[in-house]
Every structure is written in structure tokens, then in C-alpha cells.
């Protein structure tokens, strides 16, 4: 019984060795794996970078779009506003005018 768990525990010691065995040629296989994996992660997360920034450039430049037409609207805006108190003001005073006239 004693010899026979003996060469069972042997048999299994000699066939997890025999398993472990890698080659230089296994390990330089895994070494060019990893670089390969490696290389596109690298290449995916530059990829991801670059379109980030191409968003946001874009919404930057929409978002000075925006702000330079609000700004000509409201620049348009108050020209009109104060034309148009201009001309109030005017017939304002021309009415003013007349009557002061008229009570001399």
C-alpha cells in the first residue's frame, strides 16, 4: 500500500513537471501575445483620446457659432431699440415744438 501511494504521488509530481515545462519558444510566443495586446490597447486608447477631442472642438466651435449669432441678434436688437427711440423722441419734441409755437 505504501509503495503504491508512492508511485502515485511520483507518477503525478513527474506529470505536473512535464506540464510546466515551457520553452523558449512558448515563452517568446506569450512575449509577442502580450506586446500585440499591448499594442492595440494602447493603440484603442489613443483612438478613444482623438475622438474626444474632435467632440470638443466641435462643441466648442458650435458653441462660438452660438454665442456670435446671439450677440449680432442683440446687437441688431438695440440698434433697433434705439432707432426707434430716436424717432419717438423726435415726434415727441416736434409735437413739444409745435405747441409752443402755437401758445406764443
Known amino acids: ?5 508512492v508511485m502515485v504521488i511520483g507518477a503525478g509530481v513527474i506529470a ?3 506540464c510546466n515545462k515551457k520553452t ?10 502580450a506586446n500585440a495586446e499591448n499594442r492595440a490597447e494602447n493603440v484603442t486608447a489613443a483612438a478613444n483620446n482623438e475622438a474626444s477631442n474632435i467632440m470638443n472642438r466641435a462643441e466648442n466651435e458650435a458653441s ?10 442683440s446687437a ?3 440698434s433697433a431699440e434705439n432707432k426707434a427711440d430716436a424717432v419717438k423722441n423726435s415726434s415727441s419734441n416736434a409735437a413739444s ?5 402755437k401758445s406764443k
Request: hydrophobic share 35%; aromatic share 2%.
Open 16 to 18: 505536473l513537471g512535464a
Open 64 to 73: 462660438a457659432v452660438k454665442n456670435a449669432g446671439e450677440n449680432e441678434a
Open 1 to 5: 500500500m505504501k509503495f503504491s501511494t
Open 97 to 101: 415744438n409745435s405747441s409752443d409755437k
Open 76 to 78: 441688431i436688437k438695440n
Open 24 to 33: 523558449g519558444g512558448n515563452n517568446a510566443a506569450s512575449n509577442i501575445e
